[in-house]
């Protein structure tokens, strides 16, 4: 029964069970098991899937064990819980990590052993859960991890796409998707919920009634209904004994729904209602800012929202009755941007419409659970709803967000009295033709907390976007810089560093990352180096070979690998990097190759299938590739190539083997990054902006050990009111050369023009990414970059300084603080 939570029935004795074994033979022979009586395969299977389906069922139920203390142990503490609202969590495969964290690595490779294949034949049969677009995505995968490994009672809720991020092709130099149907073959982690079952209302209208007591009442009526199916997927903490849950909800249909139509005789119709009912979850919206008014993307924000939170709501009405004196006290929600900010009014609704709270009630228990990060300071990404569209489609919800902003601004006007362009400034409504909601702000006044993603972002939205809001209530702004977990993006992607750090000062950086300061004085031990040089030389030849069965460019391992993976985007300057790239292959040219370091050049990333330059860009990165590989005068000297389909697993190999690590966004632009963090820890060098975390990271490792360059935010922002490109480039005569080179169409021989639009926004004085500002500064830092890597003792200490002062990044510091400055809970031990 859908919202319904049944009276649990207890099986006696299902919980004393003993543990399932962990040694190889057991392993094996559960394995065989699943292989042969749960998916019916045997010695004549020509498929390593099933091989992959059987070991993660083996994995599968004694993580099932560990899930069900946790959540025993949650019950038994009744403690305060905090859920992670997300339409994204871009979780990667799940294998490898389960067995790292529940410490049977060994163990596992023994039994596959037995079994007679090899770890990565098995590892490589699973597909990316790949729901998500970028690193706010992959950022919400981390926490779990982090959340589970300090013990924290947080749970994730998200939305089961049945199509993930799209699979990108590259074809004559350009970007094709392909749909990324990841289910197709199941998932073997996922436990779906029946029971727990919610159900979602869109349309309709909303009516005023007073019941018999004259009291007066909002219902929401003659809606269209949809279910909410949710599939639990478990989160294992580091070695510790907890599993926490990842929630993810799939649309079905409604039954009634159904029958009302069929019993009417329309067959078609009904199921055309089916299929919209179960379009809501159908795809990931692969845009990385805001994509502007899709009325579905809008069903998904509040389908997740309405779900989670009835959720909740009735799990904690199964524990307390209908008691809500604590509710506000002992939940918390933190929202992952803006994108389920529906959770605001959607909450008030379910307390006042379904709990018949009244206004004060309600608002003072939602404004004290709900918490917001921002992760974009782009003012074009700042989501707005016309209103028009969600009358349509939420009309209740909308008269609740008229009434926050009424009380709201009347709040404001008795701060500003008479101070009418405030008022506008500040309104959750945009006035105007086309009337808009804006989300950031809905999401501000309805939080507690209101935090960006990295210290110069932090300050850049209270000194800007939000600064009327700031004035009004400093006490909720804060930062909280970003993290990724050392487990995937150390321990589990670069074994062979991981063993030599070990090898030094045991295993506790994995848990606890500030340990691995302790490898910093090793720096100056030249055995030591050499050791870390050969691991790194072992890392860049399993790169070298992904480069080459997916580019069919040959990189040589003796080259300084220099790679710019991430979302393609004109404010991650791309572009800035290939103009580097023809200015090397010009000095090649020229014969200007004096005390030469070889470079091989690795970009990859996907672009919006709507925008238009991020696909040029992929284009032109392409066709200069093909040029300087074929150029028999560049003689090995430079390589580039272009890494089709970059995604989690992609980064699990290409992290451990890069050298220098590009984060050059336009200063002031790049919220946070947190690629950058994963390079750093596995020993790479940045060259990059004073943006987002790269600020701090140079903090971390000192000056000698970061090549910065460019302008900084403010000056970007001077520089903007004169900023004169043409001028820029007849002075410089390299940026002279290389635009030349480019407009000559030395890269596009047969294809005449195709990147006008291109050297257009270099060349235009309101290129808001500013590319040709900072050619010279880059230029110029890559020099440094290429003396430094001739120097090989003198870049693998900079190499270990990195990986050394990598501990403030780990997302278990980021954790650590929600959980101090936000959360409030309190570490629960699984048994
Ligand atoms: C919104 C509305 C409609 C459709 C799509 C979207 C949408 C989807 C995804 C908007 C934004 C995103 C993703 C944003 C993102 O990944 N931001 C990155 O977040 C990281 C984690 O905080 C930061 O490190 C990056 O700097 C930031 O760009």
Redesign the pocket.
Known sequence: MPGRHLKAIRTPGLEDLPPLPMDAANLVRDFEHHYAHHLGRDKYCRSLRYHYQALAFTIRERLLERWNQTRYAYIAASSKSCYYLS??FLMGRALGNSMLNLGITDEVAAAVHQIGVTMEEITDEEIDAGLG?????R?AACFLDSCATLQLPVMGYGIRYEYGMFRQRIEDGRQVEEPDHWLRDGHPWELERQEYTQVVRFGGRSEFMRDYQGAGHFRWVDTQDVLAVPYDIPIPGHRNGTVNTLRLWKAAATDEFDLVEFNAGSYSESVAMKNAAENITMVL?P?????SG?AL?LRQQYFLASASLQDVIARWISRNRRDFTEFGDKNCFQLN?T?PSCAVPELMRLLMDEQGMGWEEAWNITSRCMAY?N??LLPE?L?KWSLDLFRQLLPRVLEIIFEINARFLSEVSSRWPGDSDRLRRMSIIEEGPDPQVRMAYLAIVGSFSVNG??ALHSQLLVEGLFRDFYELWPEKFNNKT?GVTPRRWLAWCNPGLSRLIADRIGEGFVADLEHIREIAPLADDPEFRERWYQVKQANKERLAALVKEQCSVEFDVHGLFDVQVK?IHEYKRQLLNILHVIHLYDRIKRGDTENWTDRCVLIGGKAAPGYFMAKLIIKLICNVAKVINDDAVVNGRLKVAFLPNYRVTAMEIICPGTDLSEQISTAGK?????GNMKFMMNGAVTIGTLD??NIEIREEVGDDNFFVFGLTAPEVEEMRRSYDPASIVANDPDLSRVMQLLSSGHFNMFETGIFAPIIASIMNPRDLWMVAADFRSFVNAQRRVSEAYLDRERWTRMSIVNTAHSGKFSTDRTISEYNRDIWHLKPVPAS
Request: aromatic share 2%.
């Open positions: 339409l994204e677009n970028g690193g706010l995505g950022l919206y845009n990385d800012a805001s994509e899709k993307r941007d994108h990060t992760h974009t990404a989501e993603v990295a970003n979302r790049e919220a946070s990054g947190t987002g975390a």
